[in-house]
């Protein structure tokens, strides 16, 4: 039995993210999405009997169990500042419109959305957008490695998203009701020590004012 908030993860990879969303939120991993065969025997060893949903693009998520937490950190071949920066509707990078869609459909509790620091100029308005068409309101900040003591950079961007209301939230009849509310983060898990507003070093936050609207070079803490 799973106590706390129920996750899904998707892109999972080796389940870097999936562990930090474990130790950050409480609750337990119940479902991850990865079709990467090497990747997929790393997950197998980490999370042992949970099961892989595979290729994102077949699967059917009406179909899926219902979670609290959906986490993902989409790829970023074309959002990254190597190659050809082809952005969010590349080849690679444009897989999100699936998590997108995962959203849509599941409307859980909380959204935890990763990407590296390149998205902020190549589809980070395009995901705020998305979200905020599925009534998501949604809040982001850049978080550097050496920001957490690690000898290098590694800057990523963080999106936390959550129902702008409970209309439609725990769409599974007769299953437990997640225990969430809306008004932000806290609140859409029963409290916790999420700021809805990170407030790091990098200066780069930000909050969605309106349903697609850019985040400007000042917000990220960039001169005009």
């Not at 290098?152 to 725990?170: K, M, N, Q, S």
């Amino acid at each position: 039995m799973v106590t706390g908030p129920r996750i899904g993860s998707l892109f999972s990879g080796v389940g870097g993210l999936d562990l930090a969303v474990e130790a950050v939120f409480g609750g337990r991993v119940i479902w991850q999405c990865e079709h990467d065969a090497d990747a997929a025997r790393v997950l197998e060893r980490r999370f042992p009997g949970v099961p892989n949903l595979g290729d994102i693009t077949a699967v059917d998520w009406a179909a899926v169990p219902a979670v609290d937490i959906l986490a993902g950190g989409f790829p970023c071949t074309d959002t990254s500042q190597a190659g050809r920066k082809a952005g969010i509707d590349g080849a690679r990078s444009g897989l999100w419109t699936f998590m997108a869609e995962a959203v849509r459909v599941l409307r859980p509790g909380l959204v935890v959305v990763e990407n590296v620091s390149g998205l902020r100029h190549r589809g980070l308005d395009r995901v705020l957008g998305d979200l905020a068409e599925a009534r998501f309101d949604a809040s982001w900040a850049s978080v550097r490695a050496a920001d957490v003591g690690a000898p290098h950079r590694r800057e990523r961007v963080f999106i936390l998203a959550w129902p702008t209301d409970a209309e439609g939230v725990g769409r599974h009849e007769g299953q437990p009701e997640p225990a969430r509310q809306p008004g932000g983060p806290d609140a859409a898990l029963g409290g916790g020590a999420v700021a809805g507003d990170a407030d790091v070093e990098s200066g780069d936050t930000g909050r969605l004012a309106t349903a697609g609207q850019a985040p400007s070079r000042r917000a990220f803490g960039f001169p005009r």
